[in-house]
């Protein structure tokens, strides 16, 4: 006799749902498949405790117990419930015939009490269980919430011990549905206008045109200055520019906070994470441990929002060198000696960093006391790979603060910003002018600037051509202005800009 029932595969990388068949013929012995013989020892020992205190039978016979997928499943805690189910389906103690469509979870205690096994589901399963396909959703406080939505409306129940869960299969008692979540059309609308970190910024016209640029295409920004220029303000006011999340962005951004432990209700509101400069490597990228439980690092906390990194220059190499892919859009691969897996977070990063030890490069009266080597030697904490990923450079100086305005009004940003995505769609095709390409030959030869520099050059250039509306018929054309404005923002491309004012 088979009887075959749903678990959760809690460390099953690539599949959460785990499909659990239990085999009985004639003989005294137990065999399993694919999961090591003391991990399914270790669930045997628990369950048939939990079934002597229950005053539940404990069923004779040879069985075989096999669990798929087994790619690196290595812990049996969360399959506990649906393994005491099939031996309880071969005792004729619960009807065999219902458990197909029956999707349990749970660690059991030895005296039938059910949890959630150590660590937390990270993410919606890229495998689950067809709705038509599941009948019930049997699962204990603490993940309840978490695997709720996997069911349909109404079929989520609550059980904290085998006695409830046996009673409701029998048909003798009736378990307590679960909540489903918080719906959108409830969620916490989020207005930008209500923030007041961007209309309190004082900003030069250069600056203002660098920030509405970087938000229109969420361009990698390293803000350099000396301290008290409002460097940080800058860039935590950027978070006011983002657009609101729409329900699938929300749900991304749940699932990876629900990975963290941190509840998140819903929302329209982007994540903005500033860390620490002490955080560690293994903070910003994110951790998996042996048993396939990932834990989100910040760049994945940022996810669809704003990642500002204050003071760069203050991190350790490490987490300095780890931003490499994630600027460059690209994904990033966790790897341990039989596990990985690859995070593609798409959060917009904004740096800040000091020109210099003392923070007083370059300020006129304001006399700095770092030599150019000192100044040189802290710039090189940002390795050249990585200051070239950043696709805008802003300075900020105090003895321009006399140039500084208050910045213009936040619905006028938001609106110049909206309306560069927009145009930007709807003229997908670029015309470079010769003049434009000129001058872009002209950066080339003149800082021996990458094909990557280059291409920033160009991105920024068409941000700028899409601001001002530069059309020709039906194509963007970058002009020689915008390719000059794009020129300014590349402050490393030139060596030695500590000693130079302006780029020639």
């Not at 003989?27 to 020892?41: K, M």
């Not at 040879?62 to 649906?82: N, S, Y």
């Not at 620490?276 to 048993?291: E, R, S, Y």
């Not at 300075?395 to 560069?420: D, N, R, Y």
């Amino acid at each position: 006799m088979l009887v075959t029932t749903l678990g959760y595969g809690a460390t099953v990388p690539n599949a959460r749902v785990a499909h659990v068949q239990l085999h009985r013929t004639r003989g005294a012995r137990f065999h399993v498949s694919g999961i090591p013989w003391t991990a399914g020892r270790s669930a045997l020992s628990r369950i048939y405790a939990a079934f002597e205190c229950c005053g539940l039978p404990r069923v004779a016979g040879a069985f075989t117990l096999h669990i798929r997928p087994t790619d690196q499943l290595k812990e049996l805690t969360a399959l506990d419930l649906p393994i005491a189910l099939a031996l309880l389906g071969h005792a004729g103690v619960i009807p065999a015939e219902a458990l197909p469509r029956v999707f349990s979870a749970g660690e059991m205690g030895l005296d039938g009490h059910l949890q959630p096994p150590a660590g937390k589901p990270d993410e919606p399963p890229r495998s689950t269980p067809d709705p038509l396909s599941v009948d019930t959703l049997l699962l204990p406080d603490g993940w309840s919430q978490i695997l709720a939505s996997w069911g349909p409306p109404g079929k989520a129940l609550r059980t904290n011990h085998l006695e409830q869960t046996v009673a409701h299969l029998q048909g003798r008692q009736v378990l307590p549905v679960i909540a489903q979540k918080q719906a959108w059309g409830h969620r916490e609308r989020w207005n930008p206008m209500d923030g007041q970190s961007w209309n309190s910024l004082r900003l030069t016209p250069l600056q203002v045109k660098a920030l509405t640029i970087a938000a229109a295409g969420q361009l990698p920004l390293l803000i350099i200055g000396s301290a008290g220029t409002g460097k940080s303000h800058m860039a935590r006011a950027l978070h006011e520019l983002l657009p609101p999340l729409t329900a699938h962005q929300f749900d991304e951004v749940e699932c990876i906070y629900r990975a963290k432990g941190i509840p998140l209700s819903a929302t329209e509101q982007p994540p903005l994470r500033a860390p620490h400069h002490q955080c560690t490597a293994a903070g910003l990228l994110g951790t998996i441990d042996p048993n396939g439980t990932w834990t989100p690092g910040e760049l994945s906390l940022a996810h669809r929002g704003l990642l500002c990194l204050d003071e760069l220059c203050e991190f350790s190499r490490d987490c300095i060198e780890a931003l490499r892919g994630p600027l460059e859009g690209k994904g990033f691969l966790l790897s341990r000696a039989r596990l990985s897996r690859i995070e593609s977070p798409s959060g917009w990063i904004v740096a800040t960093s000091n020109p210099c030890p003392c923070g007083r490069f370059n300020e006129g009266p304001r006399h700095c006391t770092c030599t150019a080597g000192r100044v040189q030697r802290y710039l090189k904490r940002l390795s050249g790979p990585i200051a070239e990923r950043f696709a805008l450079h802003v300075e900020t100086m105090t003895t321009g603060a006399s140039a500084a305005q208050p910045a213009p009004p936040l619905h006028a940003v938001l609106k110049q910003v909206a309306a560069t995505r927009k145009w930007l769609t709807a003229h997908p095709s670029v015309h470079t002018s010769p003049a434009a390409g000129a001058i872009f030959q002209q950066h080339a030869n003149a800082f021996s600037t990458s094909a990557r520099g280059i291409g920033h050059l160009k991105a920024v250039a068409r941000l700028h051509a899409a601001l001002e509306q530069n059309t020709r018929t039906n194509t963007l054309e970058i002009g020689e202005v915008d390719a000059a404005f794009a020129s300014q923002l590349r402050i490393f491309d030139r060596p030695r800009w500590w000693e130079k004012a302006e780029i020639p």
